[in-house]
């Protein structure tokens, strides 16, 4: 077997928690340690721009005290540019941003909004800051984000993670399809959004996909095992995949 799918853990929903009675606890920050000495490869944070859950506050301080990798999603526009060409996160995913949204609904739409996500990548790219596209799998978004020349993908596993029957298994060859394709154009090949212990498996078995973010499974069942537990739990899920 090759070595194990790397899980970066996305800690946004312990600081919705926190954000909902405007307390001072969870703090993410301490979620962050919890989780990699539980033995996450990385951490994943998402700094809205209606600051919905994690504050500025909480990603400087992330930035000085997560030891593995950290991982900032944001919008392409030139404040977060801004904000992650100051702090320097390892990697920084471009990702959709909808106001009214519970959560990312899907990838980036390249042919619609290219200038503005070139525009970010360029910026990012020459602060040495490795970018990463957050797309859907299909063939024309793999071949645009390779055309902007970033060096990372990250498949958006949503319409997998929704099907059921036998469109759950056409979800998952395309996924399979197109991890394949980036891997062919020499991409960094991530995954992740809805995956939980029931549908990680599959996904991680994709000989292409080299590290899968997953949040909202883990935190919901942090509830109830605690955190270095459900993170623990999520790792030996993903070494039983058949890689």
């Known amino acids: 077997m090759s070595e194990r799918v790397r899980l970066h853990v996305n800690i946004d929903h312990v600081a919705t928690l926190r954000q909902a009675r ?9 979620a962050a340690s919890l989780c990699e000495l539980a033995g996450a490869d990385g951490i994943t944070v998402h700094l809205r721009e209606d600051r919905r859950h ?13 030891g593995s ?16 060409r100051e702090l320097r996160p390892d990697v920084v995913t471009l990702v959709p941003e909808k106001r009214e949204e519970r959560t990312t609904e899907g990838g980036l739409d390249l042919a619609a909004h290219r200038a503005p996500v070139e525009r970010a990548a360029r910026a990012l790219a020459d602060a040495r800051i490795p970018v990463s596209l957050f797309i859907d799998p299909t063939a024309e978004a793999v ?10 993908i990250e498949l958006h596993t949503g319409d997998y993670c929704n099907a059921r029957g036998e469109q759950a298994a ?6 399979r399809e197109a991890a394949e394709d980036a891997a062919r154009r020499e991409l960094h090949v991530a995954a992740g959004h809805g995956l ?3 549908n990680v498996g599959a996904v991680a078995a994709i000989p292409s996909v080299v590290e899968l973010n997953i949040g909202h499974a883990i935190v919901a069942r942090a509830v109830f095992l605690g955190l270095e ?3 623990r739990e ?6 039983r995949a058949d890689h």
């Open 170 to 175: 056409v979800e998952l060859g395309r996924l």
């Open 69 to 84: 990798l950290l991982n900032l999603e944001m919008a392409a526009t030139d404040e977060m540019v801004a904000i992650a």
């Open 229 to 231: 537990r459900a993170v």
């Open 143 to 152: 071949a645009a984000s390779h055309a902007l020349e970033v060096p990372r």
């Open 22 to 30: 405007g307390t001072s606890y969870p703090d993410p920050v301490w």
């Open 234 to 239: 999520m790792i030996e899920a993903i070494a």
């Open 54 to 66: 994690i504050q500025d506050r909480d990603l400087r301080l992330l930035r000085e005290t997560v």
């Open 196 to 198: 939980h212990i029931g």
